[in-house]
């Protein structure tokens, strides 16, 4: 009985969607964004590649988008009312979507819909994400060399793998320019909240921290770190250039740009099926940000040959011999990790102090 | 000598009382228009997109007015509870906390029976998520008799707590164990059919929560307009000190209505994780336990006023949302015009309460 009625709730969507595509022949593209799009990280990545998209296609394409959508009850809603409206392809950009655009997909089959960083799929949903631990490894090279109390501070989002993927990479390269290197790692508990990763970075460089990195998409971190002088940053999720060169020194970009417009090509072509995006530096859809003159001269060479190598594919990030925290054998003498492993990575490397919250 | 003059009336105008509400909407509607124009939309299309499509649109209207149920019934739940206490002067702020906690324990007591397809799963979680609720409010009810501690502070400041407590069950107890490592439960809602609060009649809106909502809002009547409890509640607010004469004791009164707030926000915290939201995670409580303490005074503490109350949220809410989609509108504009609504509410509550004298005051002979 509840299947019937299923059913023909989602015939009744799809009939509503039918007559709404028919009224019209631009493709209608939608964006779902979990912050506002001026948080100058995450979110305003993800706008800049819907601008790119209208730039790209112009009277082709019509766009629109719903910002600070919770990840909760609400998300669902957002995305119906977003189908509702007749859009023929829907990013969600955030994590926490993933149920609900799951659930979402469900009623309207003839709809295609893009989940960041999520790993469900069906027939009309396919994800995306990017190798971020890619750019870890080199902003870890930089600051193994910047670092001169040997303290890296790091101030973690959530404790999912992708963060716990970043954290070990930047150590592992870190630790491989400077023995000494030690990480201080502060759970944040937010994506986007300026009050308290100004906090996480004080408390950081209290603690005698001089190199702060950060999976937040403030720039209050940037702030904290000008504010106190000598201290380094990287801009994170975007290239937040405004703080260059001192305290930001370089940068992880997102770059989705290149992705939002292949894909809205493949609806508009037909063509668009299902898929498991994992894009890196090599793709594009990761960027380094400058690395300014705050930077010695031969760390810079040395961080962009580290960069042209994982581009080129000669390099991985995860290559052992990589022991885990408890001092287990992960990867043999020249192993290299298997996207399975990485994808649901929730262990420390050796070296690194401390236990990931649960 | 000022012109026009404010002068108290002997009782607050009962006429004026109900006319408010409705004033208030229309000189929202007109800030609310000059704004949107400012901000270069048609503010009657804006106006129109944010009170008339979410009920009456053929394109959205089937769709959102059953989410006005979804929407409202939480906040309808809380503020009902709430209400009682804030007529009595006891002022619960901590239901965001406890909407957490219900929904915490309630969660908890379902997972922990999974994947059993027992009848009895749904009723025991509504039982738990009431408890955790109730045993939450608790804490600031017996502080307070015990030792006279403040209710409102500790209240609020037991709503941190419960959030820590949110991130760490759901990124360690309450952990679906097939989520590759992510935060997060279980989902209830699609995975676990004996623990999930599914809609009564198809495509309505209509779960286990809005029932809920229409039941306590009864009940609430009933209480305040019948039963003893109901009388000493208004007693102790109006006239404390007589209160006391008559034999109502504060500490009494104290526990049930914090016990019974903290109960309902409990349920409504169960209701939605159990339907709506689906899941615990980090980022599930979503503000209603604040907004419900407008919403409890936007409908005068008045259980019937409430459920209008807590409907109107609603739709502005969903409005909102279809303005942003619809016209572009970025969310800060949508949450300012929430804000006008209120605060034309509780300005026009000065008509009610004081006389508006034009020209110089009369001397008395």
């Known amino acids: ?358 | 000598m000022s012109l026009i003059r404010l002068e108290k009336r002997a009782a607050p105008s009962r006429t004026l009382a109900a006319l408010t509400p409705v004033m208030a909407v229309i000189a929202t509607m007109i800030a609310g228009g000059i704004m949107f124009a400012i901000l270069g939309a048609n503010p009657l299309e804006a106006i129109r997109t944010i009170f008339w499509d979410p009920l009456f649109d053929p394109q959205f209207g089937p769709y959102s007015r059953p989410q006005l149920l979804v929407k409202a019934a939480p906040l309808i739940l809380i503020a009902t509870g709430l209400a009682l206490g804030f007529k009595a002067g006891i002022w619960n702020i901590g239901a965001e906390g406890q909407y957490i906690m219900g929904a915490v324990v309630g969660a908890g007591a379902g997972l922990a029976f999974y994947p059993s397809e027992s009848p009895l799963i749904f009723p025991f979680m509504v039982l738990a998520g009431g408890f955790g609720g109730w045993a939450w409010a608790m804490i600031p009810a017996i502080l307070k008799t015990r030792f006279g501690t403040n209710e409102i502070l500790v209240s609020l400041m037991l709503v941190y707590v419960a959030e820590n407590i949110l991130a760490s069950v759901s990124s360690g107890l309450l952990r679906n164990p097939e989520g590759m490592g992510f935060p997060g439960s279980r989902n209830l809602a699609r995975d676990y059919p004996a623990a999930s609060n599914t809609e009564i009649i198809a495509n309505t809106g209509m779960h286990w929560g809005v029932v809920a909502a229409l039941i306590a809002v009864i009940f609430a009547y009933v209480l305040m307009t019948r039963h003893k409890m109901g009388f000493a509640i208004r007693l102790a607010g109006e006239a404390p000190r007589a209160a006391r004469f008559a034999g109502v004791s504060p500490s009494r009164l104290i526990i049930f209505c914090l016990g019974t707030a903290g109960a309902l926000a409990g349920l409504a915290g169960l209701f939605e994780v159990s339907g709506p939201a689906g899941q615990i995670s980090i980022d599930f409580n979503s503000g209603y336990g604040f907004t419900a303490i407008i919403v409890a005074f936007l409908g005068r503490l008045h259980p019937i006023g409430i459920l209008l109350a807590g409907l109107l949220m609603a739709l502005t809410y969903i409005g909102g949302e279809l303005a942003q989609l619809m016209l572009g509108m970025p969310a800060a504009a949508i949450q300012l015009f929430q804000g006008m609504l209120l605060f034309f509410l509780l300005a026009m509550d000065v008509f009610a309460n004081y006389r508006i004298r034009i020209g110089t005051p009369e001397v008395a002979t």
């Open chain 1, 1 to 358: 009985m509840k299947l019937v009625t299923t059913l023909l709730a989602g015939a009744a969507f799809g009939l509503a969607f039918a007559t709404a595509a028919v009224a019209q022949d631009k493709t209608k593209v939608g964006f779902i964004y979990v912050g506002p799009v001026g948080d100058g990280g995450w979110t305003y990545e993800h706008d800049q590649g819907r601008l790119a998209l209208e730039e790209e296609f112009g009277d082709m394409v019509e766009t629109v988008y719903q910002e600070n959508v919770p990840e909760g009850a609400d998300a669902e809603r957002a995305i119906t009312q977003m189908a509702l409206s007749g859009a023929d392809l829907i990013f969600t950009t955030s994590f926490g979507f993933m149920d609900p655009t799951i659930a979402v997909a469900e009623k309207f089959p003839d709809v295609k819909f893009e989940h960041a960083t999520g790993y469900k799929t069906a027939d009309n949903v396919g994800v995306y994400s990017a190798r971020f631990y890619e750019g870890r490894a080199v902003q870890g090279t930089i600051a193994g060399h910047l670092t001169e109390s040997n303290i890296v501070g790091y101030i973690g989002s959530f404790p999912i793998p992708e963060v716990i993927r970043g954290i070990n990479s930047a150590y592992i390269h870190a630790k491989k320019v400077n023995p000494d290197v030690q990480f201080k790692i502060v759970w944040a508990y937010t994506w986007f909240d300026p009050a308290k990763e100004a906090d996480a970075a004080k408390a950081l460089i209290e603690q005698g921290a001089d190199v702060i990195l950060q999976h937040t998409d403030s720039t209050a971190p940037q702030a904290a770190a000008q504010e106190a002088g000598n201290v380094y940053t990287f801009g994170q999720a975007s290239d937040m250039i405004e703080y260059a060169p001192m305290p930001r020194v370089s940068s992880i970009i997102d770059n989705w740009a290149p992705y939002y417009i292949a894909r809205t090509k493949a609806v508009m072509d037909g063509t668009w099926e299902s898929d498991n995006t994992w894009d890196g530096i090599g793709a594009g859809m990761v960027g380094i940000g400058e690395i300014t003159d705050a930077v010695p001269a031969e760390v810079k060479e040395e961080a962009l040959a580290l960069k042209d190598a994982i581009a080129s594919g000669e390099y991985h990030p995860f290559t052992g011999p990589l022991n885990k925290q408890d001092g287990s054998t992960w990867l043999a003498e020249g192993e290299t990790a298997d996207d399975g492993t990485l994808a649901g990575m929730d262990f420390y490397v050796e070296g690194i102090e401390g236990d990931i919250p649960n």
